[in-house]
C-alpha cells in the first residue's frame, strides 16, 4: 500500500522556522510531482508549494520568499523549510504526490498525507 507519512509540525512563535517531512512509502514505481498544501480552519485547503521530478519548483504568492521546498529522490521524501513564520500560516499542512503504484505502473494517483498541525503566535 502506498502512503506518505508527515512529520514535523508543531508551535512556534512569529518570525520562527519549522522543517516539514512527508515519506512516500510502499510498492511505488514512480514518484512524479510533489508538494504541500495547507487547510486554515474555516477556509479552503489551498497550494502552498510544489516540486516537479525534475527540481522544477512553484510557490504560493503568500509564502514566496519565506518557504523553500525541497525533495530527496533517493529517499522518496519531500521537505518543506519555512522560515520567518507569521500568525496567518497557521493550519493544517498536506502533503501531496502523484504517484504510480507498482502495480499500475504509467498510471498516476493522487496521495494525500494526514496531515500535520502548524501554530504560529504572535
Known amino acids: 500500500q502506498v502512503q506518505l507519512v508527515e512529520s514535523g509540525g508543531g508551535s512556534v512563535q512569529a518570525g520562527g522556522s519549522l522543517r516539514l517531512s512527508c515519506a512516500a512509502s510502499g510498492s511505488i514505481f514512480r514518484i ?29 504568492g503568500a509564502v514566496k520568499g519565506r518557504f523553500t521546498i525541497s ?9 518543506l523549510q519555512m522560515n520567518s513564520l507569521k500568525p496567518e500560516d497557521t493550519a493544517v499542512y498536506y502533503c ?3 504517484m504510480e503504484p507498482r502495480h499500475t505502473p504509467y498510471y498516476e494517483n493522487t496521495y494525500w498525507g494526514q496531515g500535520t498541525q502548524v501554530t504560529v503566535s504572535s
Open 32 to 60: 512524479n510531482d510533489m508538494g504541500w498544501y495547507r487547510q486554515a480552519p474555516g477556509k479552503q485547503r489551498e497550494l502552498v508549494a510544489r516540486i516537479g521530478s525534475g527540481g522544477n519548483t512553484v510557490y504560493a
Open 71 to 79: 525533495r530527496d529522490n533517493a529517499k522518496d521524501t519531500v521537505y
Open 96 to 98: 501531496n504526490a502523484h
